[in-house]
T-cell receptor, first 113, second 113 residues
Framework: LAKTTQPISMDSYEGQEVNITCSHN???????ITWYQQFPSQGPRFIIQGYKTKVKNEVASLFIPADRKSSTLSLPRVSLSDTAVYYC??????????????WGAGTKLIIKP | DGGITQSPKYLFRKEGQNVTLSCEQNLNHDAMYWYRQDPGQGLRLIYY???????QKGDIAEGYSVSREKKESFPLTVTSAQKNPTAFYLCASSMGADADTQYFGPGTRLTVL
């Protein structure tokens, strides 16, 4: 059963680049890594997904090393509105076609002016 | 306008009563999920369903029940056997059942008095 580990909280300032790392040992060969953002009293929202190396979209980048045992979400030039909890999610198949989805505990990111 | 709807947004019940939370999606997704979130905590999987008329227990299924009679609907019943039901409940759906991108509803906050 894979487990994920994230920092509990991080602080940064407006305009800075923020990197949040998630450790996921025993990630399966076919699993993807997905990051979500959650604001208080709302459902999580998809940010980015990757399998290996680097993925980039209009809001973030995702770096995954060759061994895939960790991933780093990079948020460029953050603003106050990026204050939220960020989760990483990996799929963890446990035989057959049934999967266990292992969510990280989340990283509370606070952006200061 | 596609998406996931959950109703109601706030729900109050007396201790010992069963209560059913609604989740509907019009995204034509095969998989649906129910999560529980306690204050300051991450998401914990209650049940998930990969296909109509089939569902699997997640990490904390005790005291909960689900049904998947239609592709679009995945209601969750919180029974009186759930010892601490007060929480924020989130429903999600995805195309497939692995770490595919999940789309979340707005959540239902259940308070048991």
């Amino acid at each position: 059963l894979a487990k994920t580990t994230q920092p509990i909280s991080m602080d940064s300032y407006e305009g800075q680049e923020v990197n949040i790392t998630c450790s996921h040992n025993n990630i399966a060969t076919n699993d993807y890594i997905t990051w979500y953002q959650q604001f208080p009293s709302q459902g999580p929202r998809f940010i980015i997904q990757g399998y290996k190396t680097k993925v980039k979209n209009e809001v973030a980048s995702l770096f995954i090393p060759a061994d895939r045992k960790s991933s780093t979400l990079s948020l460029p030039r953050v603003s106050l509105s990026d204050t939220a909890v960020y989760y990483c999610l990996v799929g963890d198949p446990q035989g057959g076609s049934n999967y266990q989805l292992i969510w990280g505990a989340g990283t509370k990111l606070i952006i200061k002016p | 306008d596609g998406g996931i709807t959950q109703s109601p947004k706030y729900l109050f019940r007396k201790e010992g009563q069963n209560v059913t939370l609604s989740c509907e999606q019009n995204l034509n997704h095969d998989a649906m999920y129910w999560y529980r979130q306690d204050p300051g905590q991450g998401l914990r999987l209650i049940y998930y369903s990969q296909i109509v008329n089939d569902f699997q227990k997640g990490d904390i299924a005790e005291g909960y029940s689900v049904s998947r009679e239609k592709k679009e609907s995945f209601p969750l019943t919180v029974t009186s056997a759930q010892k601490n039901p007060t929480a924020f409940y989130l429903c999600a759906s995805s195309m497939g059942a692995d770490a595919d991108t999940q789309y979340f509803g707005p959540g239902t906050r259940l308070t048991v008095l």
